[in-house]
């Protein structure tokens, strides 16, 4: 079949609505869907109705409200749409099967928001989403909520977060003479992951248990050739590919380009991008079927920000933009930036927004397997900084600075083929250290890990953005010489928040020390960058933006803190057992071997030299191995109970506790017979598919 045939068959999309629903039913809820008008609920058991028809139609006979509780998953409760009548049965789906949802929320995390004595919790139709069919059941996106009305997802604050957004851009806009229904933020989130064949995977407790290898030797070829990225794929990965894309085309999703990344069995996803919510909802489902469609190709897909060290790891670049419903990007500076005072203004509430708020959105990435990438050589540092090219960064120094500002011409470029056609060279080049770069028209923000719901970053960059805007228009409306006022206002906020701009080597020696200088946050651990959240300007700027009261905010961050715990206690768990059942265990057998050939070549008189130290080394490093691990284990089972105070234990005694075995078993692994060895090495693992 023809892509253009089965692309979104799988969905309930405009289409699809447009074509079954009655008139008039369909215009009110375009209304919803476009402008954010409340969900007249007359409509609800026609559009009920039509969706179980049209997914009936597609073979399913269930349905589920689909929602995305405080863990990075998404979460799914089946019913059947089979109601008996008389004698026989119908298919069924009401107005409130749609609407409304009542699954048990007592087992997703709340942090007592939600007690067991009611705990109920509800699920609301989403109607921005589409629905869509998969495995025979229709999937309904919804949004989560406790008994007493509190958020137990991340969808209904990215709405609110959105909704907040739009309010403020349009007032901002208005200021400027620009009348729109809507303002919506577009993300693309450009998805990394790892592909290994699943034999070595099931040999691998820690993969299996822990999303990521515990230890494990550097092999003896790794990323330094250079030669993976963008290199030629192997068949098994280009079927893959083809398959996945095939898939997510029939929900609907724009999977653009597949390429190779970095390191080896590293790919790339790239979709295109779309409005936010709808974003965040393909990325959930995309990470599910990477999965599942790897297991038909008997791979796995790895998602872990870390899953080997000293290769590349993994992350998401949001890319995030900001449009009208009239099409025009708030983020597209133009030809003359200098001459659109309305793009500085949007640039500078950005920029300001990033700067005082950087502890959050740090902290809106902080993750156990994020705090690898971060401030390794291959991520973006764990210092929030704004990247703006060579075309904004000169014309903000030259704002801020007073100087004189000398446009740059974009450069008529040549590859230096005369066959090939001249192209402008862009004005902002890809400098890939920043962790937020201005890219031509939209802001990237690459902090972001891999497994990690998009929610979470965009809940922030929304919110704050809208708090900017809105402190702008608060400042400008009424302004007697508005233009003056404008122009005024952009410079003062670059001057405030100058300190956030940085525009070379986010990966050099000289930036931490320098980062440090100008006051910027250096959050290097989950354990110390979550506690952000309970600033008193941070909880505020949720607060007034409605996306969060002050106690939705204080429950999320103790989630993300137990998470974390929770994580690292399962992590050093799994290696102290990898450990004592397994390495020690093997090099004591390899030692007894040499023992063996060293006393029967001691009989004949041949020399043994070489065996008497291999196995006195191989002895050395397997008792300091079982200390480190008698050390961990120990400052384990001494874990404080209060949350503060263990998330801080785990950051800066137990995962120093982890390195310290791990490379104790690294320098065995490569001493090691390979008869001995118990798990597949690293070469076997990255290069297990052929
Ligand atoms: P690269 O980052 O490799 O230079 P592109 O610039 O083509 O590649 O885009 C990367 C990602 O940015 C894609 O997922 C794309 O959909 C997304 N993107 C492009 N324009 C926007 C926009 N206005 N808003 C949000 N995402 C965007
Ligand atoms: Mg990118």
């Known amino acids: 079949m023809n892509v253009t045939e089965y692309f979104g068959t799988n969905v309930f999309n405009d289409e699809v609505m447009k074509n079954t629903l009655p008139r008039e039913v369909y215009t009110s809820l375009r209304r919803t869907i476009d402008e954010g008008q409340p969900l007249d609920t007359s409509i609800a058991s026609a559009v009920a109705n039509a969706m179980k028809d049209w997914a009936a139609s597609k073979g399913a006979t269930h349905y589920t409200h689909w929602f995305q509780p405080l863990t990075d998953l ?6 059947s749409f089979v109601t008996p009548s008389g004698d026989r049965a119908i298919l069924l789906l009401t107005g409130k099967n749609l609407i409304v949802g009542e699954p048990d929320a007592s087992s997703f995390p709340s942090d007592g928001m939600r007690k067991t004595s009611a705990a109920r919790g509800y699920t609301a139709w989403d109607p921005t989403s589409p629905a869509f069919v998969k495995e025979g059941t229709l999937y309904i996106p919804t949004v989560f909520i406790s008994y007493t009305g509190e958020t137990l997802d991340k969808k209904a604050p990215l709405l609110k977060s959105v909704t ?15 009348e729109c229904r809507k303002v919506s933020t577009t993300v693309g989130p450009e998805q990394e992951y790892f592909l290994i064949d699943e034999e070595v995977y099931a040999k691998r407790k820690d993969l299996i248990l822990t999303g990521r290898t515990l230890f494990g030797a550097s092999p003896s070829r790794g990323q ?6 963008f290199g030629a794929l192997k068949t098994r990965v280009s079927e893959y590919m083809r398959d996945l894309d095939e898939t997510l085309w029939s929900y609907g999703i724009y999977a653009k380009s597949e390429h190779n990344e970095v390191a080896p069995a590293q790919h790339e996803l790239a979709p295109v991008f779309t409005t936010t919510n709808i974003a965040v ?8 079927l990477m999965k599942k469609v790897a297991k038909r190709h008997g791979l796995v897909c790895l998602l872990h920000e870390k899953p080997f060290e000293g290769v590349n790891g993994s992350g998401k670049h949001n890319n995030w933009s900001l449009s009208t419903d009239t099409g025009l990007n708030l983020l597209d500076p133009g030809e003359t930036p200098e001459d659109n005072p309305r793009f500085m203004l949007i640039l500078a509430c950005v920029i300001a927004a990033v700067d005082k708020y950087q502890g959050i959105l740090r902290a809106s990435v902080a993750s156990a397997g994020n705090d690898h990438r971060l401030g390794a050589d291959e991520a973006p540092p764990a210092i929030i900084s704004v990247y703006l090219g060579d075309q904004l960064g000169p014309l903000v120094d030259s704002i801020v600075l007073g100087r004189e500002y000398v446009p740059k011409k974009p450069v008529p470029g040549s590859i230096g083929v005369p066959e090939s056609p001249i192209f402008p060279i862009d004005a902002t080049d890809r400098n890939r250290t920043s962790p937020f770069a201005f890219t031509g028209n939209k802001f990237e923000f690459r ?33 007697a010489d508005f233009k003056r006022a404008c122009a005024e206002y952009t410079a003062k906020l670059l001057k405030e928040h100058y300190r956030i701009i940085f525009n070379y080597n986010g990966y050099g020696p000289d930036w931490e020390p320098e980062a440090v200088r100008r006051g910027l946050l250096d959050n290097k651990t989950t354990a110390d960058a979550v506690p952000e959240f309970f600033k008193r300007e941070n909880i505020d700027v949720f607060v007034r933006q409605g996306v969060y009261t002050e106690k939705e905010v204080v429950a999320r961050a103790n989630i993300a803190l137990t998470n974390y715990v929770k994580t690292i206690r399962i992590e050093a768990l799994t290696l102290s057992e990898m450990m004592r059942q397994d390495v020690y265990p093997a090099v004591n057998r390899y030692i007894a071997e040499l023992c063996d050939v060293i006393a029967k070549k001691k009989s004949v008189g041949a020399a043994f030299a070489a065996d008497l130290a291999l196995a006195s080394k191989l002895s050395q490093l397997n008792e300091a191995m079982a200390d480190a691990l008698k050390k961990l284990e120990g400052d384990l ?17 137990i995962v120093p506790d982890m390195d310290a075995v791990r490379r104790l078993s690294d320098s065995m692994e490569k001493l090691c017979s390979s008869k001995y060895w118990p798990f597949p090495t690293y070469a076997d693992i990255l290069y297990s598919v052929k």
């Open 74 to 79: 998404t979460a799914e409760k089946h019913d």
């Open 164 to 178: 907040a957004l739009d309010l403020q851009a349009k007032r901002l806009l208005k200021l400027f003479g620009i």
């Open 224 to 229: 330094e050739m250079e030669d993976h990225y």
């Open 281 to 288: 909802d393909n990325n959930q489902l995309t990470m599910e």
């Open 447 to 479: 902090m972001l890990g891999s497994q990690a719901s998009v929610a979470d970053p965009n809940i922030i960059l929304n919110t704050i953005a809208a708090q900017a805007f809105s402190e702008a228009a608060d400042e400008l409306s009424g302004a």
């Open 637 to 653: 089972a001494e874990t404080p109970a209060e949350l503060s105070a263990s998330s801080q234990k785990m950051a800066h005694v």
